[in-house]
């Protein structure tokens, strides 16, 4: 059977019927039908709960300025699912979906891979096929038991843990700490961000089991100035000043200052990245959706955010009091279920005018009806709209064009917002 892109689509998209699976003996023994595609090239691995994506891009962007042709494997996906596999910042064509579905769709179905797996797999496939000098792999939840976890790499990097999926990964830090660190391997260094101590103190212990050397960013690392997004750094006389990484928000200064650790650690390994490169690839990269910040003329700012979990919500707060000081915005939200929906709300109202729940386009949504019943808005105006389209458009209506619009509490709700608006 020969497919298009859409069937070939449709096709991964079903593997979702399979549900989400953890372990490592489905794909591993799928890659090795295929070559093992991934023993190919160099790679890094990156885990956490927050912040995995923006300093996975912000790494790739900085190797590819300094000249390595690159990889960057990332989920979820805001509109298309290609967006999750790139080299040198362009997305996987659909030729090449279509070519790896014709080429396995037999062998995908035979073992029943599920989509997380499939995605992984065409992702390690095409690095291979584009001849890629390295790739930055995200995992896609967890570690331990994560689809991606089939690599042999420079360098494994942990960016924050906090509480989130903890019906999968556990009820406490020290629990999903525990998971997130199964992508640590003998030798191989492994960096962390600025961990609870409760977490950084597994990684640790894991780092003794298996002899990986553990490598700390350190506030002595790096001087962030939030206000005008700007970061110095200096690491053993590696000295970068007034570094402006186009990615907004206090958070985003630590992650920046986690790529640029990363790089001073991939240097001993015998990667040339110059100062320039590092300076250029952090101002150069995309990551949409991050406190991503819209302004059109005679229109009200929209700013888009993913955060979908307390921790998230937290950073998103501290951005928007910095870029909008003393502001209050009109806050459209949309949950899956399964998250701490009330504590991602006492967050919000630091910054909410009103509320305006919306369903996102997935099973997964939680029913909006049920959610202003239970939910307490703190005395806070709260409406409800059967979809965002609806919510966006009366609040457009009714908004001037110095007013502020936050779209946020869902990749699904972002996605939708980047489809139809962006």
Known sequence: MKHTYVSAEKFILSREFFGMKLGLENITRFLLSIGSPQTEYDTIHVAGTNGKGSTAAMLATILRSAGYKTGLFTSPHLVSLRERIRVNGRIIPRRSVTAFVDRHRRELTKRKLSFFEVITAMALAFFQRS?????????????????????????????????????????????IAREKAGIIKKSTPHLIGLLPNEAERVIRERCQVVGAPLRRLSRNNFAADALRNR???????????????????GHQLQ??????????????????????????????????GRFQVIRRRGRPTVVLDVCHNESGVRALID???TSFPHRRAYVIVGFVKRKSHQAMIDVLCKIAATFTLVPLRTKRSIDVKQ????????????????????????LSRGCSADDIIVVAGSHFLVGEFLENYG
């Open 131 to 175: 001849a890629v000098d390295l790739a930055v792999i995200e995992t896609g939840l967890g570690g331990r038991l994560d689809a991606s976890n089939v690599l042999r790499p420079l360098l494994t990097i942990t960016t924050d843990i906090s509480l989130d999926h903890t019906e999968i990964l556990g009820h406490s830090l020290g629990k």
């Open 231 to 249: 970061l110095d750094f200096t690491w053993n006389g590696y000295r970068l000043k007034g570094l402006s990484p186009s990615l907004i928000g």
């Open 255 to 288: 992650n920046a200052a986690l790529a640029v650790r990363a790089v001073s650690i991939l240097s001993k390994s015998g990667l040339r990245v110059p100062g320039r490169a590092v300076r250029e690839g952090l101002s150069a990269t995309n990551w949409p």
């Open 319 to 321: 951005s928007f009091k």
């Open 371 to 394: 959610a202003e019943a239970v939910l307490d808005f703190h005395d806070i105006p709260v409406a409800r709209c059967g979809s965002l389209s609806t919510a966006y458009r009366r």
